[in-house]
Structure formats: C-alpha cells, structure tokens
C-alpha cells in the first residue's frame, strides 16, 4: 500500500494530549485556588492550534483523488455535527462560567450553524457550549478544503506556502496587535476562522511535502524535547514582558514544533517504529479526544461554584478531569460512532456508493 493513505495511529493518540492540555487549561483558569499549582497549563489553549494543523494534514493524508465534494461534505457533518448539537443541548442545564457562556436563544441558529466565529464582537462566541467557537472554524476549513487541496498539487507551491503562511501569520499578528485595540486583536487573530486558515494549510502542506518524499531526519523524542522547549520558552518569554505572552503569538512560536511532532510521528508509523503513542490505552484515548473536548467544560460549569470549598478544591479538580474523560469514553461509543456511522450509510443509500474518508 502506498506511504500516501495509510493509518497513522499515533497521530490519533496525539489527538488525546491536545485535547487534555485544553482541559488542564480551562482547569487552571476556572478553578482560581489552584491556578499557581496548574501554572505549567496556562499556555494550554496552543492545544486548539496543534488541532487545526491537524485536521489539515489528516484530511490531506487521508483523502482520495476522485471523491466527490458532497460526500465529503457530508461525511464531515456526520463527524462533528451530532455531538457538537448535543453537547450545545446540554450546556442549556448548565451553570455559565461568564455572563458571556449564558444561555441566550438569538445565539441558536449561529451555534447551530458553526457561524458563531464570523461576528465580530458577538456574544455568541461563547455561547452555550464555549469550545464550540474552535468547530465554527474547523466548518470553514472543510468547507475550503476541496478547492484548497488541488492548488497545493505542485511540490514548489507546497515549499513556497509553508514560508509564506507563517510569515504572514506573524506579520499579521504583530500589525495587528500593535494598532488594534486587545479585545479585536483577540478576534482577528483568536477566533476570527480567515486567519486560523493558516494553520489548517500548513497541516496541508506538511502532509503534501512528505507526500512528494520528504522524510523527516528527527525522531519523535526530538520533536517532542523542541515542543517541551518551546512550551517553557513561553515562561521566559512572559517573564520578559512582564505580563502573558499575546495567544496568538503563542500559537505561532509553538507551530514548528506541532509541525514537527506530527511529521515525526508519521514516519515513525510509516516506518513502523512507533512505540508508546502506538499503543492500544492511548490510541482509545484519541479516539475519546473530540467528546473530550466537547464535554470537559460542561464538566467544569457544574463544579466550579464549589471550586472554592475548603479542602475540597484538589478533590473536585480530579473529578473534574476524572469524570471528563469517563464522559468522552461513554459520549464516543454511545452517541458519536453510531451518529456517524448511521450518517454516513444514510448518505450513502440517497448517493449511492462512495470512496469513504475517514
């Protein structure tokens, strides 16, 4: 079977450590007397980023010449939609972490349409379940996606894109945060899903590049020793500014090291040498990450009003995370496979038979 195609398991357990370092993060910004003791997790939010790069290379890795755009439309709304309108649901029962997470009935059909990241300014951002923002980007990527992939055909394009898009990226972040005000700072370079494109076609361009031949000259253990490093630059970056490093530009010092990561970890499937991130436990975890994702903060609204309880602060912060994962594990084999996969075959009896993507 052709290197280009084939499963790349440790990339589904990857999948698990973004959406965990997401959670932690939430965790660490929520439950505010642990917040010094969760330090390390407040730069967890560059897991989002890790996802859109992500999700460009696995659809590019994965895709087939030939597949029509409809069914892949179609298999996309069966990936994400069933779970994301059922998390949205449940998130009407819970408590708001900010006035901006209450419930609010002009927000339905914007979340329900993953529109909500296309209105500057809006309190729909975070609207019934506040993660969801991230998904509202991920439908613009696929949207795109079909017509993006054939202009990146040309190996010299795909080199040209991959120093072009950072680039801008950053330009774009230091332009903007200099002449813009923080809160629209925040969305142009934050939520606004134009810009997140950029990570979306860097995913694209990596899987197309190993694609044409390139084969990564780093193990997994270095890539992942450059995103540790990174990681904690971060800290150091902070202390010299003396306040948080901006989360854009958080975003982008972390992205050779995702970029690395996930190259590293291809060729270590590929050339079968993968050793933990290939095993059962974390590749089940990755299968868990998306309902991971979804459901954690929910999670999170019901325990924080008890977040301050004396003695009870660590306790709840496990549970949190405890129940967080059993919850993914129960919402991934009862709601988000069957949806899926029910999707997907009542699509395909109205289309008749399609390549299948992933």
Known sequence: ????????????????????????YH?????????????????GF??????????????????REGSSPRT??????????????????LAVFAPPLTPATAFNWTSVPFVASLTQAWIPASPFLGSYNGVSWSLSCEAFFYLVFPVLLPKMALSTRVSRVMIAVPLLMLLMSLGLTVVSSV?????????????????????IGLAKVMSHGWVPRFSPGQAAFLLF????????????????????????????????????CSQADLSGTTRLLG???????????FALYLVHELVLRFAK??????GLTILLAGAVVLASVILSGLLHEFVEKPAERWLRQSGKERTGPQVQHP
């Open 1 to 24: 079977m052709p290197a280009f195609g084939r499963h790349l398991p440790s990339l589904t357990a990857l999948r698990f450590f973004a959406a965990f370092a997401v959670l932690m």
């Open 27 to 43: 965790l660490h910004l929520y439950f505010t007397p642990l917040a010094g003791g969760l330090a390390l997790f407040g730069y």
């Open 46 to 63: 560059t897991g989002v980023s890790f996802f859109f790069i992500l999700s460009g290379f696995v659809l590019t890795w994965s895709y």
């Open 72 to 89: 892949f439309y179609w298999h996309r709304i069966a990936r994400i939609w069933p779970l994301h309108l059922l998390t949205s649901a």
């Open 183 to 203: 809160a629209a700072a925040d969305y142009l370079l934050g939520s606004m899903p134009l810009y997140r494109l950029g990570e979306f076609v860097l995913g």
């Open 229 to 264: 490093a990174l990681y904690l630059g971060l800290f150091g970056l902070s202390h010299l500014l003396d306040r948080p490093v901006p989360v854009t530009l958080a975003n982008l010092i972390l992205v050779p090291a995702f970029l690395a990561i996930i190259a590293a």
């Open 279 to 289: 095993s059962p436990a974390l590749i089940r975890l990755g299968q868990w990450s």
């Open 305 to 310: 009003p008890y977040a301050n309880a004396p």
